[in-house]
């Protein structure tokens, strides 16, 4: 096993779609991080790591959830930008977080961020504006523009890690609107967050959409009206189904550039072998059995060479995303790591894939000790890039 991290640089660690972080009630009945392993963030920090969890919206867009966790990390009110709240029909400001969770935060004291799934495009996009910053924003609001959308602060983040991630989109979606089932789930989401947004549960299942009125600011009693708030969200695409929908990933693709200042990593996760000596692939590696079927339907297309011979590098996936999609961001510069090569800077290291389903790297139904080994392993990492 890698020895323990000796990095001095704390690790952010962000949840994927309708996953929550430490900040929500149901984290202390099955942390995300660590699911049925155990609590891994408690677990290292009871080790000497400085780890955390954000919470941000399961259910809101990349660019929302990267404005989340910058206003958490800061200790500040969140501020989606003028021009993108006016665009997206939403209010500007969200909730304030008065205690900053990186107080230190500098380009002396830099951090780095693990993103799974969908957390690993929200720490893209967050990396993005810290270095490019977002002129419209700033054209928009003059003096009054968050710091984020500035730009000229990517050295304040040393490395960015996406697990699973739908980088280019995931075939999970696509399966979806295939089968016609997309609208349903889309409807029964929307519902479910706005009207739990107004009860007592909010706060143990928190989904952070006071920026369209269906939850209430954490002591604030204003929210808007509940088909009203549904309807101004559904139809805003400012959220996370149309992210990782194939024109959503395409737009995301377009604006997000990789920062120089920064290290990038990538895992996948294969669930899927070839079915004994056939042209055709099951998944065999789920644990979860949810996704034993949405692995099986997301192979039904399976895509074949001119032989007619599965190409099975378009058709493994973990369950819910494709091992092609969560390797590189399309377009963007990439190489497969090497231990014995120096790590470089504004380049995607792939790392070499491991065997497992979505939820294997969280360590839902996954073994204990290989879940933080593979933590511990990638920490190691993580501090040799410090030096």
């Known amino acids: 096993m890698a020895k323990f991290f000796d990095g001095k640089y704390p690790v952010i660690f962000i949840h994927g779609m309708f996953g929550w972080g430490a900040g929500e009630g149901i984290n202390s009945v099955v942390p995300y991080w660590g699911a049925t392993t155990g609590d891994l963030v408690e677990w290292l920090n009871g080790n000497g790591c400085r780890s955390y969890s954000v919470s941000v919206g399961p259910m809101s867009s990349a660019w929302d959830q990267a404005c989340e966790i910058y206003a958490q990390l800061t200790g500040t009110r969140v501020d989606y930008g003028e021009a993108h709240a006016k665009r997206y029909n939403h209010k500007r400001f969200g909730r304030e977080h008065k205690n900053a969770l990186i107080p230190d935060w500098s380009k002396e004291n830099k951090v780095h961020f693990i993103g799974h799934s969908f957390g690993g495009n929200s720490i893209r996009m967050l990396a993005h504006l810290l270095e490019y910053g977002a002129p419209e924003e700033v054209e928009a609001s003059g003096e009054n523009v968050s710091p984020l959308f500035k730009g000229g602060n990517g050295s304040l983040i040393c490395s960015v890690t996406t697990i699973c991630s739908p980088l280019n989109g995931t075939a999970a979606y696509e399966t979806a609107a295939r089968f016609k089932i997309l609208p ?6 929307y519902t479910y967050s706005a009207f739990l947004g107004r009860t007592r549960l909010n706060g143990f299942v928190d989904f952070h959409l006071e920026q369209f009125g269906m939850t209430r ?8 009206s509940v088909i009203r708030s549904i309807k101004r969200f559904r139809e805003s695409n400012d ?3 149309f992210d990782m929908s194939p024109e959503g990933a395409k ?13 990038y990593f990538s895992y996948r996760y294969n669930a899927v072998r ?12 789920c644990d979860f059995p949810f996704l034993i079927l949405t692995s099986s339907l997301m192979m039904i297309n399976e895509k074949t060479d001119k032989t007619g011979k599965v190409i099975q590098n378009e058709c493994a996936n973990d369950g819910l995303v494709n091992i092609s999609s969560a390797s590189f961001p399309d377009g963007e510069p990439h190489i497969e790591f090497d ?10 290291n792939v790392m070499p ?3 497992g389903d979505h939820g294997t790297p969280i360590g839902l139904f996954a073994d204990r000790l290989q879940t933080r080994a593979f933590y ?7 501090s040799g890039i410090e030096k």
């Not at 349903?184 to 989401?189: D, E, H, I, R, S």
């Not at 231990?339 to 995607?348: D, E, I, T, Y």
């Open 376 to 382: 511990l392993k990638h920490l190691d990492i993580l």
């Open 339 to 348: 231990k014995n090569s120096p790590v470089l800077r504004g380049v995607w």
């Open 353 to 355: 894939l491991n065997v």
């Open 274 to 285: 070839q079915y004994k000596n056939t042209n055709h692939y099951v998944p065999s590696e």
């Open 251 to 263: 737009k995301l693709n377009e604006r997000i550039k990789t920062s120089p200042s920064a290290f």
């Open 184 to 189: 349903v789930l889309k409807a029964l989401a």
């Open 239 to 241: 959220s996370i189904d």
């Open 217 to 224: 600011i954490p002591g604030e009693n204003e929210a808007d």
